[in-house]
């Protein structure tokens, strides 16, 4: 059984790619869709100290790109559509999951940053 305030170790992954706390693991991580909240909603947490950067976007690049060029070769290479059906199909479709990459890749760099630099976010140890 925990004290009151002092929270167990949890895994950087679960916490992260689900958006949660990465210290309660029950607290909403954004306040909007991209936007990090300032402070956990339910122990309080700072998420100040934190900055992601550019990190999450470096990451989904090659995540996203690889299969979407590969699914558009495949495409050309079966179908061999006008270049108009490439240009309706392929930049929505980019779009939507770089929304639905960002999101959990960014909670998984936040997590792994506290997780690794906890000191810099409260004095728990």
């Avoid at 300032?38 to 950067?53: I, T």
């Avoid at 550019?54 to 559509?81: M, S």
Wanted: proline letters at 11%.
């Amino acid at each position: 059984m925990t004290r009151p305030g002092v929270h167990p170790p949890r895994s950087p992954f679960a916490t992260g790619l689900a958006c949660r706390c990465p210290r309660c693991g029950s607290g909403k991580l954004y306040d909007g869709l991209l936007t990090v909240a300032d402070k956990c909603d339910a122990c309080g947490l700072d998420f100040g100290p934190h900055d992601s950067g550019d990190g999450p976007a470096v990451f989904a690049i090659p995540i996203l790109g690889a299969p979407v060029v590969g699914l558009a070769f495949l495409l050309e290479t079966l179908a061999g559509p006008p270049f108009w059906v490439h240009a309706a199909i392929w930049p929505p479709a980019i779009a939507v999951l770089a929304l639905l990459l960002l999101r959990p890749i960014k909670g998984l760099l936040v997590a792994l940053h506290y997780k690794n630099l906890r000191h810099e976010y409260d004095d728990e140890r």
